[in-house]
């Protein structure tokens, strides 16, 4: 019989100066498993302030109040198109239910990787704690979109900063993953976030003509969208209950969250029913668009874009079209239309 | 006499590389071991950058982006600055030797496209390291983590449009040229096919070829085997040769051993492959026949 922890990472991890029981919690002096067992907690970072934040306290105290703990950002993305009663409903019915199942504890990126749908890939190197390990966490997670784009295999070609061997890490900081100890309701809130002009100054880029082409588009747009090289993942009916499809493609559009500038666009799965089986309505559907700026991680310094002028300005080629917006989808994807 | 002098000029000029290369097609653990030190030498490890970073040959540099997805098609060459970009970044020169590592033999064909993309590319010296890093670890060799660089070059890429046939060239030949399918015989016949192939089958008159039949054990056949197969299936060394697969990765396999272990001069990869031909109203496929 093997033990689920060998002697190896006993003695070489420092975190087995504690035992067992002192995270897993149950009772070591019952020779009965079923005995030993009783209160076994399975996944004790569950409660970070509690297990790791004894000696990681500010970091755990700060990683209860983060999007990759709290899941906030499903609760609040929806939320405006629900009335009062039923964003209860949905809170206490899908959200908790559901959507919080999301949430990563310390132990789903620093010991195991983290169960997605029902699926658990296993401990990352035997029982040892590792500071990260992308490609086995975030991949994950964010394994549907960003991660297959970012490497090429969604069926476009690598992002040019995995190409030069940078992963998640490389850009998003600890803060990002921790949380800056501020409840932010989404992504778009939150304070600090990688930037392309973090490392990429376009006023000192070598080219006269590259200054002059990046200043001319700088307010008006975004550098994914005409950096993006790869069709992305536009996911169509997730959450229809039955079954799952995306297909890939590159959308500009404007941005509905800074009005005038043209980006990248990416399909959100919510359709008019989503909510249905729970008997949640959603009579303010038509308050959000269906489609979202989003940094598909599919950057190359050359695109069609950077090569050919006419492809935007003649072309319009993937530019939102009114009629090719989703059948039914709500009223203010119109606004998107460029 | 002067005449015969001019003959012999002009076939030099046009021999292709195959002829010109300094190092053999493929190579295995021991010479790699030994000429790691060769600055001319530049090995190219082309698996998962997670890999590369988890463990690679030392010195090796980590090279993504050598094919793509473009215009409907699953695995094209990228444009020629982009693709001089990523190589001159890798430190590669025309001089360069440069040894292609992909994970295992189960990659070969992985490999072997992005030999024949280098060999297009116009260098000369490309090999690749027969059962790749699966077999310099299994051998014991000395690995490294992280990511390593080589100083930049300034290279750039001069194409050899003879190792390339397009579309339209193939449509062009398909009477005249002798076509060569590396796809799996349930394919070839039209049992079965990929779903973004079109149609069943295969191109009418095209020999089937698998592409599975060049290695064993992960390790490329002895020259003499793969000779014997080929000769088994009487293709014929001086015909115009197009060679394609699904999505033109596995053809690359057959291209690499005919044009540059067995000196076939006339051997193009189809990269379009069946993914674009088959789409082609003009061009009908045919099922359960052999030829």
Known sequence: ?338 | MKKAILILLAVAFLAPAAFARDVDAFVGVQWLEANLANAAVVVIDVRKIDDYKAGHIPGAVSVLGLYMAKDGLSNEVPAADDLSDILADAGISAKSTVVVVEADGARFAWATRVAWTLAYAGLTNVTILDGGYAEWTKAGKAVTTGMESRTATDFKVKFVDSYLATKDYLVKNIKKAQIVDTRTYDTYFGVTKQAFVEQFGHIPGATALPAAWITVNGLVRPKAELEDLVKALKLNPKKDTIIHCDSGVLATGWWWILSQQLGWTKVSSYDGSAQEISREPGVKFVKAVWK
Request: hydrophobic share 25%; proline share 6%.
């Open chain 1, 1 to 338: 019989m093997g033990f689920v922890v060998s002697r190896d990472v006993l003695e070489s991890d420092p975190h087995f100066h504690l035992n067992c029981v002192d995270c897993h919690k149950g009772d070591p002096s019952k020779p009965a498993q079923a005995d030993a067992h009783k209160g076994l907690v399975t996944r004790p970072s569950d409660d970070p302030v509690a297990t790791c934040g004894q000696c990681h306290e500010e970091t755990a105290k700060t990683y209860t109040l983060s999007l990759h703990y709290t899941a906030s950002g499903m609760q609040h993305g929806v939320s405006g198109r629900f009335d009062a009663a039923g964003k209860k409903l949905f809170d206490t019915k899908v959200f908790e239910r559901s959507c919080r199942s999301c949430h990563a504890s310390c132990g789903d990126c620093h010991v195991q990787s983290p169960i997605v749908s029902g699926v658990n890939s296993g401990f990352l190197d035997g029982h040892r704690f590792v500071r990260k390990d992308e490609t086995k966490t975030c991949a994950l997670c964010h394994g549907g979109r960003v991660w297959p784009e970012f490497t090429g295999d969604y069926g476009g070609t690598p992002d040019v900063h995995y190409r030069k061997g940078m992963t998640c890490a490389t850009c998003h900081k600890e803060i990002q993953f921790h949380g800056d100890g501020t409840a932010y309701t989404g992504r778009k809130d939150v304070a600090v976030k990688p930037a392309c002009a973090d490392c990429h100054d376009t006023a000192t880029v070598a080219k006269d003509t590259t200054k002059e082409t990046h200043a001319v588009h700088a307010r008006k747009a975004s550098c994914s969208a005409c950096h993006t090289v790869s069709a992305y993942r536009q996911c169509s009916s997730c959450h229809l209950g039955s079954g799952a499809t995306s297909s890939p493609a590159l959308v500009l559009g404007e941005n509905p969250r800074k009005p005038g500038q043209l980006t990248t666009l990416r399909l959100i799965p919510t359709v008019r029913d989503t909510f249905k089986p729970a008997g949640i309505s959603m009579p303010n559907y038509d308050s959000l668009p269906n489609l979202w700026d989003t940094v598909p991680h599919s950057i190359a310094k050359r695109t069609d874009r950077t090569r050919d002028c006419n492809v935007c300005h003649q072309e319009y080629k993937y530019y939102l079209d009114a009629d090719h917006l989703p059948k039914d989808g709500s009223t203010r994807n119109l606004e998107l239309v460029p």
